[in-house]
């Protein structure tokens, strides 16, 4: 369910691996300072998933 001020950008797409490895698309690397050897988290809200820095919880 979306609402008036809700606002979705679709940033990229990737396909899981057969070792269910994903690669982050260059767009959301760049968008969100994504650095290598940084922790991020997969969180369920709301029958939804995504994911977020570790610092950022």
């Keep these: 369910m979306t609402t ?3 606002k ?3 940033l ?3 396909t899981i691996s057969y070792k269910f490895q ?3 698309p260059k ?4 968008k969100y ?3 290598e050897g940084e922790t991020i988290m997969f969180v ?5 998933m995504y ?3 570790s610092t950022d919880i």
């Design 4 to 6: 008036k001020d809700s």
């Design 27 to 30: 767009k959301v690397r760049e």
């Design 44 to 48: 369920e809200e709301n029958d939804r």
């Design 8 to 10: 979705k950008e679709i």
């Design 33 to 35: 300072h994504l650095q």
């Design 22 to 24: 994903v690669t982050i």
């Design 12 to 14: 990229g797409m990737t």
């Design 51 to 53: 994911l977020t820095k």
